[in-house]
């Protein structure tokens, strides 16, 4: 977004056709900001915590009629000259007043980490220092393995503080999982407005949910706007990365473009290559039997005309969930194997334009953008983590974990009785048999149900036995098949994998790990000092907010780190045995209390030993207040 907003234009009509689409809550608040005027926030308008995430904050028809016509009376002014528009955001009575507007009862809790998220265009979490400051002649060079979005923004921090950094990036753009994920109908599940950088202006987003191609170009554009993509090595793959005991540096060694090899020295090492980056296929009889072309959904292969071709997919998780209904249009026949039914949350805009009149509003009421932003944040701070709780006095089984989880449950399956109300055998299919939370809930405005509608789909719910050279055989019968798709997910659970890692002492990274991997805050693990983590594990949210969220919190985080280094004259720090164990069994405790530990339901939340090694179970706000400054006694100095 943009604070110099543009000029309130056009008439009366305009202006109230424009109100028809705006988000009424942020935009009373955006005025009242705007304005100084506390008649724009009337405590009768509060929005209720309880229904913040329902449309328009929960307002009836009459509220929101009064809100609408709150909003007019103060934009005519201001088109008319009567009022003036503040342009500048300040921290003064007014924003504190439209930000307790919003978050109610929870505005003093959490105060300083919606601030932040309110500040665009400043930039609260950027260092405020910088390495000339703290030792301006000591040699240090970060390496930071990955150019997704958290390799993106660890360089643009990096380059904040003056710290020397080279991004590895094994494929020839940056983007990461919005880069190699090119399958019809690829798109975000998460709001358009919470799934950017905080501090980046941006009120244009065409669709409320963006697709894939439309991240990739803003990724793209902050790599270039920010100075970042002529710190990156394209086409570069991290083999190993050692650490030096006696230079107490990194060694990177690297596949170049061109087939040789290269080694880098870092003196910290950032591995920004996330959790969903290698595409996992399913342990079949006879996968490679199949004589026709078959792909992973994560490597689509744009060359295979689906047109009129028999095709067979295997999975309904979230890709699926977006491709299928696309395929389905041109495919001769579409056999979709479902061995998980997934549950769906009703979004009926997923697909939608941003409205006309609430991008007119974004441009003309200065702040508006960043107020909805904080608006959709503050609705998912907590978000839907009281419904994932596990009552441990509810009856046992796989229905439900509480009371709450089996009204969430109900209300899920009304909605699924609805969409299947004409197909029994469906819906019998499409209801899942665990609670809801367990695996990740899916967005849907209705599209997943008319695919498998249609005369030339059929949902497969019998287990697979092999594939052959013509198909895909059940324990029920052959269904022969042109080609393949494999949306079987990621080996969510093989953090760092192919790479070879090793730190002090020789200690081998895999081998610590032995497919359990844990870090302290999900970032930093003992034996190997001056190594980063972002987005490793246990901090993948599921159930409330945005991943950006963590990436920028884990970046801030490493940053301070590493202005410890520089200003104590550190040359290494590690992580200490006992802090990391301590937080480990904290957070592990606290998974086995949501749907996701309790449910014995297959999901890519837990890796092979059972272990919930993917999900944070606790509030946005936690993890903020644990990753402002690091606490110097949780780490050796080496």
């Not at 950088?197 to 790599?223: G, K, N």
């Not at 050692?242 to 003196?267: C, I, N, S, Y």
């Not at 960043?370 to 608006?375: A, D, E, I």
């Not at 697979?464 to 055989?473: A, L, Q, S």
Request: with cysteine; aromatic share 10%; net charge negative.
């Amino acid at each position: 977004m943009t604070w110099a907003a543009e000029p309130i234009t056009g008439g009366d009509d305009v202006i109230r056709r424009a109100l028809l689409d705006a988000e009424l809550p942020s935009l009373l608040a955006a005025l009242g900001a705007a304005t100084g005027d506390p008649a724009l926030l009337p405590e009768r308008l509060r929005p209720s915590p309880a229904k913040r995430l329902l449309p328009q904050g929960g307002y009836t028809l009459p509220e929101q009629d009064e809100a609408r016509s709150l909003a007019f009376a103060a934009l005519t002014a201001a088109r008319d000259g009567r009022l003036r528009l503040r342009r500048d955001p300040v921290d003064d009575e007014a924003t504190m007043r439209a930000v307790r507007f919003l978050a109610g009862g929870d505005a003093d809790r959490y105060l300083p980490l919606l601030l932040d998220e309110l500040a665009a265009p400043h930039d609260p979490a950027a260092p405020r220092w910088h390495k000339d400051d703290l030792a301006p002649d000591r040699p240090f060079h970060v390496v930071v393995v990955g150019a997704g979005m958290s390799g993106l923004l660890a360089g643009h921090r990096l380059g904040q503080a003056g710290i020397p950094y080279t991004i590895v990036e094994k494929n020839d753009d940056v983007g990461g999982t919005w880069l190699e994920n090119g399958y019809p109908g690829c798109r975000v599940d998460v709001s358009s407005h919470l799934y950017g950088y905080s501090f980046v202006e941006h009120d244009d987003w065409p669709s409320y949910f963006s697709t894939r191609d439309v991240l990739l170009d803003y990724f793209r554009r902050f790599a270039d706007d920010r100075g970042v993509r002529e710190h990156i090595r394209f086409g570069t793959e991290v083999l190993s990365a050692g650490f030096d005991d006696d230079t107490r540096t990194w060694k990177v060694r690297v596949r170049t473009p061109d087939g040789g090899a290269d080694v880098l020295t870092a003196h910290a090492v950032v591995c920004a290559v996330g959790q969903l980056n290698r595409p996992h296929y399913p342990d079949i009889d006879g996968r490679h039997d199949f004589a026709g072309p078959s792909f992973h959904s994560a490597r689509w292969d744009h060359d295979v005309d689906l047109t009129g071709r028999r095709v067979a997919v295997i999975g309904t998780g979230a890709s699926a969930f977006q491709f299928v209904p696309e395929i389905a249009r041109t495919a001769g026949s579409l056999a979709v194997f479902q061995r998980t039914a997934p549950w769906l949350a009703p979004t009926p805009h997923y697909h939608d334009p941003v409205a006309d009149g609430l991008r007119r509003l974004f441009r003309q009421v200065p702040g508006y953008a960043q107020w909805y932003r904080f608006w959709l944040f503050n609705a998912n701070v907590e978000g839907g983590l009281p419904s994932v709780h596990v009552d441990p006095a509810w009856p046992a089984g796989e229905r439900a974990v509480s009371a709450v989880n089996d009204e969430r449950r109900a209300l899920l399956t009304a909605y699924l009785e609805h969409l299947f109300a004409d197909r029994p055998d469906l819906l019998r299919a499409a209801v899942p048999d665990y609670p809801p939370g367990a695996k990740r809930m899916l967005r849907d405005n209705g599209v997943w149900a008319a695919a498998l509608k249609r005369d030339n789909v059929t949902l497969v719910t019998d287990p697979i036995r092999r594939i052959t050279e013509d198909g895909i055989v059940t324990a029920r019968q052959a269904y022969d098949a042109d080609v393949i798709v494999y949306a079987t997910g990621f080996s969510a659970s093989d953090f760092l994998v192919p790479m070879t890692v090793t730190g002090r002492g020789g200690a081998d990274l895999h081998k610590r790990w032995n497919g359990d991997a844990r870090a302290y805050l999900g970032m930093t693990v003992p034996e190997f000092p001056n190594l980063f983590l972002m987005y490793g594990p246990n901090t993948n949210i599921v159930i409330n907010g945005s991943i950006i969220f963590f990436s920028e919190c884990q970046a801030h985080y490493i940053l301070q780190c590493l202005r410890l280094l520089l200003r104590d004259g550190h040359r290494a720090l590690e992580c200490r045995e006992d802090v990391h164990d301590a937080y480990n069994e904290l957070v592990d405790a606290a998974n086995r209390e949501r749907a996701w530990g309790a449910s014995t339901v297959n999901s890519w939340y837990k890796n092979a030993h059972g272990r919930v090694s993917q999900n944070w179970p606790f509030t946005l706000m936690e993890y903020w207040e644990r990753t402002r400054l690091p606490d110097p006694d949780d780490y050796r100095p080496r």
